[in-house]
């Protein structure tokens, strides 16, 4: 039998959602496996497993230093080898190629390369749009919260997050005479998203080009929990990892969030009043 793979430094186990293994074509003794992450979430986690090595040393990584140093997305999907006798590797940020896994070449070290090209990989969680500016913004797994950029199109910038969730968008109102500019009212698209467990849940607003946007983070305080009040991670062990939540229609400033329990805000998620039982 030979050792496990090393899992990544925070402990999660990597084997239920991205896992990939493939057998050497020309070693029998060695083996590749992908797992979700490693390195803190910074490179994808891909091993060479040699079963002819001692017990407790038949794992290394084939990412960062052990790739000369490179890395494929993290949280794997597929593996199988080219025509070449490279490896491809599908993962959540697309496709990646390994060049000369077994070392077969010292002038080429095994090194990482993304073979995307035009492909524009994502799976999306949710997309809001405004017509203020006429952006989008999305919610997409393991590659953060994007959002459309003005003047460029099919151009994307990245604002949070490792994994994006549910987006929403609305207008709101701003005073310029709050950043010195005179008293003119304009509207101004508003965003609200978040990561996963609804962690950096944040609110921006989309300021004209002559001034940065506002963000905020969202406090998320369930009345009637003490002084300070428990934000609602804290209250309530049923926040899902893609957390449900939606503005209302009419008055942006109040918000739904469906737990296994249901919760209302009226000042755009500050804090929260329950509707119904306690969890």
């Known amino acids: ?17 991205h896992f990939a293994i493939l057998a050497d074509r020309r070693n029998p003794n060695v083996v590749f496996v992908a797992l979700r992450t490693s390195n803190g979430n910074l490179y994808g986690n891909v091993q060479w ?10 794992f290394a990584p084939l990412v960062g230093n052990g790739a000369n140093p ?12 080219d025509a070449n006798g490279n490896i491809l590797q599908s993962d959540d940020g697309g496709i990646f190629r390994l060049f000369d ?23 999306l969680y949710s997309v809001a749009y405004t017509h203020r500016h006429n952006r989008l913004i999305a919610g997409a797994q393991d590659n953060g919260i994007v959002l459309s950029d003005e ?18 968008a609305a207008v709101t109102e701003v005073d310029l005479l709050d950043f010195g500019f005179g008293e003119l009212e304009i509207d101004a698209p508003i965003y609200y998203y978040s990561g996963q467990n609804l962690g950096n849940f944040t609110r921006r607003i989309d300021l004209p080009l ?3 946007d506002i963000v905020e983070q969202i406090g998320l305080v369930v009345n009637g929990t003490g002084n ?18 939606v503005l209302n229609a009419v008055d942006a400033t109040r918000m739904l969030i469906g737990t296994s329990f249901l ?17």
Request: aromatic share 10%.
């Open 101 to 123: 896994p077994s070392t077969t070449d010292p002038e080429v070290p095994p090194h990482w390369e993304s073979v995307n090209g035009d492909i524009r990989t994502a799976e």
């Open 49 to 58: 497993g040699d079963a002819s090595q001692p017990a407790g040393s038949q």
């Open 151 to 168: 003047f460029v199109p099919q151009s994307w910038q990245v604002i949070c997050c490792g994994d994006g969730a549910i987006v929403q």
């Open 70 to 81: 490179s890395s494929p997305h993290p949280d794997s999907r597929d593996m199988v080898f």
């Open 210 to 212: 002559l001034f940065d």
């Open 1 to 17: 039998a030979m050792d496990y793979p090393n899992n990544p430094p925070d402990g999660r186990s990597s084997f239920r959602h």
């Open 228 to 245: 300070p009040g428990l934000t609602l991670d804290s209250f309530d062990t049923t926040v899902q990892f893609i957390q449900p939540y």
């Open 263 to 279: 919760y209302e805000s009226t000042d755009q998620g500050e804090t929260l009043t329950q509707l119904g039982g306690p969890p």
